[in-house]
């Protein structure tokens, strides 16, 4: 489901992990790491604040920092609940 003021980049499915962990990567950038019952991390999605970026700019950030480019857009119309 699309989030209401961030675009999102999903890098990994969510369920093949039992905690998440967001951290501030860059103003406007947050990376969420996923947690496996190992306890090793990896990078699932990476949410960029729409108001600091445009699609074309979340897009050209995930390509410059090698990450799949592949992104999901905010939507305004009711989207998910969000990160606080």
Do not use: C
């Not at 999903?10 to 039992?18: I, K």
């Not at 950030?61 to 992104?71: D, K, N, P």
């Amino acid at each position: 489901m699309p989030f209401r003021t961030e675009h999102a980049a999903r890098q990994l499915p969510p369920e093949r992990f039992v905690r998440f962990a967001r951290k501030q990567l860059a103003p406007g950038v947050s990376v969420i790491l996923g947690i496996d019952e190992n306890g090793t991390s990896h990078v699932q999605s990476l949410r960029f604040d729409k108001v600091r970026y445009s699609p074309a700019e979340a897009r050209a950030w995930l390509q410059r920092h090698g990450f799949r480019a592949e992104l999901e857009e905010a939507q305004d119309d009711g989207g998910a609940w969000e990160w606080t």
